[in-house]
C-alpha cells in the first residue's frame, strides 16, 4: 500500500499547482489591447501576444521557476486562499517530482478592465515518471480567469479542474459523472464507472472528498479501500452547508494497473475573486 498513498498525493497535488501554472503562460496578453472594452475572442490577439505566449510556454516548460514567477504580484491572491509564496514553493516541490511535465495553454477570451486585462484559459498538462519500477501517467486540465495588471497577474480564480493519474500496465479506463457545482446542503452522485470489461479481474476502489485548503495541496487525506462488486463506483454525496471548494477523488485498482481521478466540486453560487464586471 506504500505505492497507493504516494500516488495519491500526487496526483490531487500535482493538478492543483499545475492549474496555477496555466496563469503564468497567458501574460503576453497585458500588451496592445488598451482599445478593448469587452470579451473578445483569442483569433483577435496579434501577433506580438501570440509570440510572447510562446515564449512564456517555454520558460514554464523548462521548469525556469524564477522566470514563472516574475509574472505574479507581490499581492497575488487566488481563489484558494493562496499566496504567490505558497504557489511558488509547491510549484518547487512538483517540479522536483515531475521533472517532465509539458503544458500546453489556449487562449478562450479576453477583455480590459479598468486599466488590467482578464484573461480566461485552458491548460492542458500531462507527464510521466517512475515509482519502484512502475510507470506513471498524469494528465490534467484546468480552466481558469485571472486579472492582470502592470504585466503581473494580480488575482486568479480556477473555474474546473480534472486530473487523472494512470499507474501500471493496465489501468482502468474510468468515466466519471460528477456536477461542477452544487449548492450548500444539496445531495450529489458520483459516478467513477470502469468502461471496459474486467474479465477475472478483483476491483478495489474508493472516493474521496476534501475541502481545498492549504495544507491539503501537499499532504492530501488518504484512501479507506474496499471490494466493490460492480464495475465502479457509485455514490450519493452531501455538499456542506457553507460555500467552498472541494476535490472529490475515486481510485479504482486492478490486478495490473490503478486510475485515480480527481475533479474540483464548487459549492455554492457563483462569485469571482476579480470582481464585479463580467
Known amino acids: 500500500m506504500g505505492i497507493l498513498g504516494t500516488v495519491r498525493q500526487r496526483c490531487s ?40 505566449l510562446r515564449q512564456i510556454e517555454t520558460a514554464a516548460n523548462s521548469r525556469s521557476l524564477e522566470a514563472v514567477m516574475d509574472y505574479y504580484s507581490p499581492d497575488f491572491t487566488n481563489s484558494d486562499n493562496l ?14 517530482r515531475y521533472p517532465q511535465l509539458d503544458y500546453r495553454t489556449e487562449l478562450q477570451e479576453w477583455e480590459t478592465r479598468d486599466g ?6 485552458v491548460t492542458y498538462i500531462t507527464g510521466v515518471r517512475k515509482n519502484g519500477g512502475q510507470g506513471i501517467k498524469l494528465e490534467a486540465t484546468v480552466r481558469s480567469r485571472q486579472l492582470i495588471e502592470n504585466n503581473k497577474i494580480v ?6 479542474e480534472r486530473s487523472q493519474l494512470s499507474v501500471g500496465n493496465n489501468p482502468p479506463e474510468v468515466r466519471v459523472n460528477l456536477p461542477e457545482r452544487v449548492r450548500p446542503g444539496e445531495r450529489y452522485n458520483f459516478d467513477a464507472i470502469v ?19 492549504g495544507e491539503r495541496y501537499l499532504e492530501p487525506g488518504a484512501f479507506d479501500l ?6 465502479g463506483l457509485f455514490k450519493v454525496g452531501r455538499a456542506p452547508e457553507e460555500e467552498d471548494n472541494h476535490w472529490v477523488s475515486a481510485i479504482l485498482i486492478r490486478g495490473d494497473g490503478m486510475t485515480v481521478i480527481t475533479q474540483r466540486l464548487q ?10 464586471g463580467r
Not at 24 to 52: F, H, K, Q
Not at 197 to 213: R, S, V
Not at 226 to 231: H, R, V
Open 226 to 231: 474496499e471490494l466493490l462488486q460492480a464495475g
Open 155 to 160: 488575482r486568479q480564480e480556477i473555474l474546473s
Open 195 to 213: 468502461t471496459e470489461p474486467l474479465g477475472e479481474d478483483l476491483l478495489l476502489g474508493a472516493a474521496l472528498e476534501e475541502k481545498i485548503e
Open 116 to 121: 488590467g486585462l482578464i484573461t480566461e484559459t
Open 267 to 276: 459549492v455554492g453560487e457563483q462569485s469571482s475573486v476579480l470582481g464585479s
Open 13 to 52: 497535488r500535482a493538478f492543483a499547482w499545475g492549474g496555477s501554472l496555466s496563469f503564468a503562460v497567458s501574460l503576453g496578453l497585458t500588451l496592445s489591447w488598451g482599445s478593448v472594452v469587452r470579451a473578445a475572442s483569442p483569433d483577435t490577439a496579434p501577433p506580438e501576444v501570440t509570440n510572447i
Open 83 to 96: 499566496n504567490r509564496s505558497d504557489f511558488s514553493e509547491a510549484l518547487s516541490q512538483l517540479w522536483e
